[in-house]
């Protein structure tokens, strides 16, 4: 404290999470109104069993953002398609993380929920979970996925 009554600044006593360069905050304001519009693709950052358990209705899972499985899970993804990521809220980093590497591989429209699930589920929007059928373009599902959330046997076994 003896240092804020000398530094013309001041030191935060309380840290501020903020945004990486090049990705914006959203709160939860802003992040209902996207999802409402259907435009913008939630990705959840936390791990694969967070993720089971409970996420934003319709979004998908990268717990680990290798440019590979970046690629992968955002195949039919155009470089400028509206992204938002979140984790475990305001105190997790793997949304921001999960974003710089996303602004590195070109994706232009990126934006860190720092609300993130706790925000979300607490609100009471729309989430899913793994009991019900997995999001369309579930990179982890053994099954290919159709649009209406059923699976295809592609050998045509009963």
Not at 12 to 40: C, H, M, S
Not at 91 to 113: N, P, Q
């Amino acid at each position: 404290m003896a240092a804020n009554a000398i530094r013309s600044d001041g030191i935060p006593f309380i840290y501020q999470r903020t945004a990486p360069p090049e990705t914006r905050p959203v709160d939860i304001e802003e992040a209902k109104e996207l999802f409402d519009l259907g435009e913008t693709l939630f990705i959840d950052s936390r791990s694969r069993g967070e993720y089971e358990e409970g996420y934003i209705e319709g979004s998908i899972n990268i717990d680990s953002p290798t440019p590979m499985l970046i690629k992968s899970a955002l195949q039919d993804i155009g470089f400028d398609h509206s992204l938002i990521t979140y984790c475990s809220g305001i105190d997790c980093h793997s949304s921001d993380i999960l974003a710089e590497k996303l602004i590195e591989m070109g994706y232009t429209d990126v934006g860190v929920f720092f609300g993130g699930w706790p925000e979300w589920q607490a609100s009471g929007y729309p989430t899913g979970n793994e009991s019900g059928p997995a999001p369309a373009n579930d990179i982890y599902s053994s099954e290919p996925v159709e649009q209406d959330g059923s699976t295809s046997d592609p050998w045509g076994s009963q």
